[in-house]
């Protein structure tokens, strides 16, 4: 009781005006002060999530973490209008969950924001990708979906013909090797095509269109196999029937969630356009 | 059998094209295109999670994929580092937990990037606050973390001796109406003290001062709802032990989670600074 006592005391001792020096010190020592304590509350966070049984990637939170606060530090001036929407989307949902009363809260939150930070969030950049520039937004988009269909096209053609050794077979057991690396090769044939013809316009040279392929070819069929893991954890074969034997919507677009966003975060980051 | 290849026939054929011709329309028909599939392809996304038991909030979720997709069509260029930096988090949380192939993967992809974004990504908001403007920026932060303080002291001194009836006593028991009411007032007696001595500079008028308070009252006090709401799904009553008597990290900042974020946003949004 003391020693509580007296716990309470050196916190409140040292806390209180190590903060305030802290904050008047301001910068990097306030930022890393911050960056402290998020690191150390999410670490308690996923903890007390293990308790009940969830399995959360410590170490991406933690990395996420950092990184985070670094982004404010660095200037969070023209990340102010996105970083506000997301604060306020965030508080929203544990408000009106809190409203709600049901049992497992956290869960159903994070299965609400997850899904709104997989689906709108990466396939909304297709948006922007096409409204960045009316000539090569236009083509670019173009070269995302045709690319997508062929490399899926080529992936089930050349995989069923040939194809012997699966290629993650826990998650998509229809995957092949042979269809994997025919359905890259699909997408390196069709960049190829857009940049022989001069379709894709001037910005793009040799490397550009090797990596945007790839872009296509990999990440299009990783997304295809991650959107396969979530039926699969789901226990459905299909997320829908609303398009009949094509399954659902979120099924016919799963190779475009991780493409689209990746060939936009390439466009702008990488490219600087 | 046939009804099937014929509808599968008629996707294509009115699929393809019609994306096709949404691609070259482009602006405000291939945005609400876009929205239209992540909207269906959410709701998809919810309904095969509810097969599983989980309850996500669809409404928000849809309301969500709206507002990002015109976010995305409003503009880009502006949200450039922190969209791709999300984007590129969400997917490498995706692969990182294919890899792993533990069970109920979704969960755990969600439960990790909910702890992302309602830890750094609120509080990390403190950083920015701080480096807004030396002057200004040092005070306000110090309002912030003061007015938290009286508050929480003003609900468990007034809220003890005077508290009979419970604020909301499924998530935390021993919170009163009073307390609740008394942390308002003490939030607002530390901004009035701050503006009437001149200590928070010439950007604030009474109106912004009564609304900063009311961001630390409310929601420092709904922030720490929502906190108690996740230990007690959690069925732990502290977070850790690192604070001793204190609990942990996270149970002493979940008033800042909220109302750091919101001043945040009222600041730069609001006032327009």
């Not at 910068?27 to 999410?42: M, Q, S």
């Not at 194809?163 to 690396?181: A, D, F, Q, W």
């Not at 910005?203 to 990440?219: E, H, K, M, N, S």
Request: net charge neutral; proline share 3%.
């Amino acid at each position: 009781m003391k020693d509580t006592l007296l716990n309470r005391l050196l916190v409140n001792v040292l806390g209180i005006p190590g903060i305030l020096l802290l904050i008047w010190l301001g910068d990097i020592y306030f930022a890393v002060f911050i960056i402290l304590v998020t690191l150390i509350a999410i670490w308690e966070y996923y903890s007390i999530n293990e308790l009940k049984g969830a399995k959360p990637v410590k170490w991406i939170g933690m990395l996420a973490t950092i990184l985070i606060g670094i982004l404010y530090y660095q200037g969070a001036m023209q990340i102010q209008t996105i970083t506000s929407g997301i604060i306020i989307l965030v508080i929203v949902v544990m408000l009106v969950e809190m409203y709600r009363g049901l049992p497992d809260p956290t869960k159903t939150i994070a299965i609400t924001l997850f899904g709104i930070f997989y689906i709108p969030f990466l396939l909304g950049t297709l948006i922007a990708l096409r409204n960045w520039d009316s000539e090569v937004g236009t083509h670019l988009t173009l070269a995302v979906f045709v690319s997508v269909w062929v490399c899926d096209s080529f992936a089930y053609l050349f995989g069923k013909k040939w194809g012997k050794s699966k290629m993650l077979e826990r998650v998509s057991p229809n995957k092949t090797v042979v269809g994997c690396i025919s359905g890259v090769f699909g997408a390196l044939l069709v960049y190829s095509i857009f940049q022989l013809t001069g379709y894709l316009g001037m910005p793009f040279d040799w490397l550009d269109i090797v990596i945007l392929a790839l872009i296509t070819g990999i990440f299009g069929q990783a997304g295809d196999f991650a959107e396969s893991m979530i039926k699969r954890d789901m226990g459905v074969k299909d997320s829908g029937t609303m398009l009949q034997a094509h399954g659902g919507v979120f099924d016919r677009f799963d190779s475009l969630f991780f493409t689209g966003s990746l060939t936009y975060v390439y466009v702008y980051l990488v490219l600087g356009i």
